[in-house]
């Protein structure tokens, strides 16, 4: 079956402190990665997808398919970081499978 | 307005009644999507249209689940006789994908948060 599991639920680390939320995947065929991000009362929102190898707001995500593995990073957490954040997996040509979520909360 | 607009943002009913849920997309996004977010999980995917027509509705739990885009824009989840464990907040979203291969990036709406008595 294909899926993605993050897990942890929760995540707390202090401002200043390197931030990594894990994400694993199963998935058969080459797969596509997202990182979605909801900050309080926002919307679900895309934040960074491995095809693009971009850093957004400090974030990067590395596709490691050795290890099924495509964890966030940030080297420096800062308050505004705190938010749930969601891998998610392309299946097919157009629906996203995502994990439970990781709430991260940066303390000050 | 810019965004996928999603009508009402609460509905309360009991079990038993039928529901209906609106999902006004970006204009021009060819694709919308429908998720379900019960408590502490993340977005399951229910139905995905191209245009009018259902691409995908492999994710509908039951019969009792029912969605249309008639003119390929506005949507509509129909939930008939509702469950307690209907009870989640439902998510729609857009993409430009005109064809093939999505991009990955869906714009979400605030989402319906449904509570079933």
């Known amino acids: 079956a294909q899926r993605v599991t993050q897990p942890e639920k929760l995540l707390s680390v202090f401002k200043g402190a390197p931030v990594e939320l894990k994400c694993n995947y199963s998935?058969?065929?080459?797969?596509?990665l997202f990182w979605y991000v909801q900050y309080s009362r926002q919307r679900l929102q895309l934040l960074l997808r491995?095809?693009s190898r971009e850093s957004i707001k400090g974030f990067t995500a590395d596709l490691n398919k050795g290890e099924t593995s495509f964890h966030l990073k940030k080297p420096f957490a800062q308050e505004e970081d705190s938010a749930m954040y969601y891998c998610?997996?392309?299946?097919?040509?157009?629906?996203?499978?995502f994990g439970q979520g990781t709430r991260l909360t940066i303390n000050p | 307005g810019a965004g996928v607009s999603q009508t009402p943002s609460n509905k309360v009913t009991e079990k038993g009644k039928y529901v209906e849920l609106r999902c006004d997309p970006i204009s021009g996004h060819t694709a919308l999507y429908w998720y379900r977010q019960s408590l502490g999980q993340g977005p399951e995917f229910l139905i995905y249209?191209?245009?009018?027509?259902?691409?995908?509705d492999s994710g509908l739990p039951n019969d009792r689940f029912f969605a249309v885009r008639p003119e390929g824009s506005v949507s509509t989840l129909k939930i008939q006789r509702t469950e307690r464990g209907d009870s989640a907040v439902y998510l729609c979203?857009?993409?430009?994908?005109?064809?093939?291969?999505?991009?990955?990036?869906?714009?979400f709406g605030e989402g319906s948060r449904l509570t079933v008595l």
């Open positions: 998935y058969s065929g080459s797969p596509e």
């Open positions: 979203a857009s993409s430009r994908s005109p064809s093939g291969r999505g991009t990955g990036e869906l714009f």
């Open positions: 249209f191209q245009g009018t027509g259902a691409a995908d």
């Open positions: 491995h095809i």
């Open positions: 998610a997996l392309l299946q097919g040509a157009q629906k996203l499978v």
